[in-house]
């Protein structure tokens, strides 16, 4: 049985995969905080029920060969957006703040290890009830 086809750890594996992009993002954003005209950006807030079917993995297969399989989905489900409300502009016009995208990385880090962490419990909670004690 593949637990990843449970609707509890896909859901899980969804969100993981938002916060990993997230966490791209907002790296991106910080290694911008030079460049002027530069404008930070986000993703849209995760929400499991509009990701539902359309479910695409994070990282593609590579096809190195003409008659190498590509993979079944592409890269990039979840789009990213421009922040519009930005409070602070530097004088080249560029406006991350480094303090807002700071935080925004920790939260996205809290959120990823909270998620590792139910994985964690859901697997050893199934495989305790399925009889396989670790």
Do not use: C
């Amino acid at each position: 049985m593949d637990i990843g086809k449970l609707s509890m750890f896909a859901n899980m594996k969804e969100k993981m995969d938002w916060l990993n992009q997230r966490q791209q993002v907002i790296a991106k954003n910080i290694a911008n905080s030079d460049t002027p005209n530069y404008r930070p950006e986000d993703l849209k807030e995760f929400n499991p029920s509009t990701v539902g079917n359309d479910r695409q993995f994070i990282l593609a297969m590579a096809q190195t060969e003409p008659g190498h399989a590509t993979g079944l989905r592409k890269p990039g489900n979840f789009k990213a957006e421009e922040v519009r409300k930005n409070y602070e502009v530097a004088p080249d016009k560029n406006a991350v703040v480094l303090e807002e995208q700071l935080i925004k990385m920790n939260e996205n880090r809290i959120d990823y290890q909270t998620m590792t962490r139910l994985y964690a419990k859901q697997t050893e909670m199934m495989t305790t009830a399925i009889g396989r004690s670790s």
